[in-house]
């Protein structure tokens, strides 16, 4: 349990609406919805984290309060939805065995599986479950699922997505498939759990439907995003510089030097968040609801500090960028345009670019993974094919010397320039020459 400062606890307490509180742990808001029903009260309950600090003012915690607050007013509004539904009781009482249709089993897992995601998020997944609903329908038996339904429905998919009249390659990513067939898998899952359906009437008789023969899809059959090269980078930013001002220069400039999400990262970052004397930053990700790591900063990023600093100290929010989503669209749309580039790029592109030159640069994955927040390291390793070729050369350059010396040299293929065995020792410290230039 963190001890909140008493002022925390007050100004979290007066500012949450009825059925959200603060949690026991103190690190969380807990949503808790109740329903008389027969008698008996039903309930609906969500912890959320906030990810507060000890010693945190009501300044420092606010931000992250309010970010919680509004998933969990979300999430209630959810809840008493739910609630309302005359066939409520039904939701709680699976019992028999294979009698669950995809439909049926995939509104009751719904708020457990994504209650507490974004709006935005939580349409994603309906969309996703549109193609499995146009496909299947509603009333298809979970028992009845072959590994020819889902190999049909993979077709299915694939033609779907490449006749897109949005889609101008015709190429589809494996993951666009991966990520329908995750609905279908949370779906079994959540039919396991809750004994509508039983292990032997799984494709595959794995408990955890581990893969449900339907994971093992290759990767890469699309083009990867792109990322701009060192000539576009400087091209675009000399750009901007020429003919906006210089705030929007700043900006951008950050943006490819650190890889922060546009969304809740580069538009929450505030001046508190810089450490002046280590040279380091330290930011609160939504999306993985973790604090970053701590991270040094390019010259130029502290330059841009040196520039916005006293402007970001005077504002209330205390942010250093604080552009709305729109008008950074707007500005980067207006730049990009005159620049001709033969790419679709998007303001996203600065976080691919910022990845993907620490991948081409060799820096190990787990520092990568690190840097970039990534939750999973096969994220991290997509961007590591882009420079395959240069790391095959290399390898083969290892087995010359193997021929020539009868040892085989070692190959400095994803390691940094100042440690091939723990690469987390650099971060935080402003020696790091393979990291960013």
Known sequence: MIRLKPEVITYIQTQSPLGITLSKNKKALYVKIGKMINGKEKTLTKTINMGLEQGMSVAECKEAFETTLATAINVKRQFKAQLDNPNFTSFHKPTAVGVGTMGSVFQMMFLKEWGGCTDKQQDLVKSFYKDLKEYFGDEKRLSTFTEEDIDSFKDFVAKKIAERPKNMTG??????????????????????????????????????VKNMGIADLPRGVSARKPAFTEMEQEQFLQLVQKTDDQEWYDTWAWAFDTGMRHEGELDSFTIDNVDFGRK?????????????????????????????????????DRKVFPSSASSRRSNWQKHIAKCNFNKHFTPYTTRHTFITRLAEAEVSPKVVMEMAGHTCIETTMTYYTKSSSLLLNKAILALQNNRETGKIKPVKAIHDNNDSTDNSSMIGHNSRKALIK
């Not at 032997?200 to 408990?207: E, R, S, Y």
């Not at 380091?280 to 790591?293: D, E, L, Q, V």
């Not at 520039?307 to 100290?313: D, L, N, P, T």
């Open 280 to 316: 380091t930053i330290t930011f609160w990700r939504p999306k993985t609801k973790a604090w970053s790591i701590e991270m040094p900063l390019t010259q130029r990023c502290l330059e841009i500090l040196a520039r916005r600093r006293k402007i970001a100290s005077a504002r209330k």
């Open 171 to 208: 190429t589809v990513s494996n993951n666009s498939i991966n990520k329908r067939l995750g609905v279908l898998r949370s779906i079994m899952k959540y039919a396991l759990s809750k004994r509508l359906l039983s292990n032997d009437q799984l494709i595959n008789p794995d408990p955890r």
